[in-house]
């Protein structure tokens, strides 16, 4: 079985910075891709940030050139560091991965969510 173990999430004051991570393990083969997706109450959830094993990048416009997405592959994390914060940031933030198992099935998984909350 596959878990994704998120951490990294808190208050943070606007423009303040945060650094989030989420691990993978279990049965791992590969992942092609990891990602970080944000949800606020009443709104559907939405995509932050992707990135492949061979490290190409996907960014929401609402946060290109503040949020930067990297991976470690040997280490199966995936990070998610977030400059300059505006309240708007505010959601639970969920880590996601396209896990491909050892028994050779692939599987999208999600983390448990971690909130984050910009405020003055």
């Known amino acids: 079985q596959v878990q994704l173990v998120e951490s990294g999430g808190g208050l943070v004051q606007p423009g303040g910075s945060l650094r989030l991570s989420c691990a993978a393990s279990?049965?791992?083969?590969?992942?092609?891709?990891m990602g970080w997706y944000r949800q606020v109450l009443g709104k559907q959830r939405e995509l932050v940030a992707t990135i492949t094993s061979s490290g190409s990048t996907n960014y929401a416009d609402s946060v290109k050139g503040r949020f930067t997405i990297s991976r470690d592959n040997a280490k199966n994390t995936v990070y998610l560091q977030m400059n300059s914060l505006k309240p708007e940031d505010t959601a639970v933030y969920y880590c996601?991965?396209?896990?491909?198992?050892?028994?050779?099935?692939?599987?999208?998984?999600w983390g448990q969510g971690t909130q984050v909350t910009v405020s003055s």
């Open positions: 279990g049965s791992i083969f590969s992942i092609h891709a």
């Open positions: 996601n991965a396209d896990v491909l198992s050892v028994a050779g099935t692939a599987i999208h998984y």
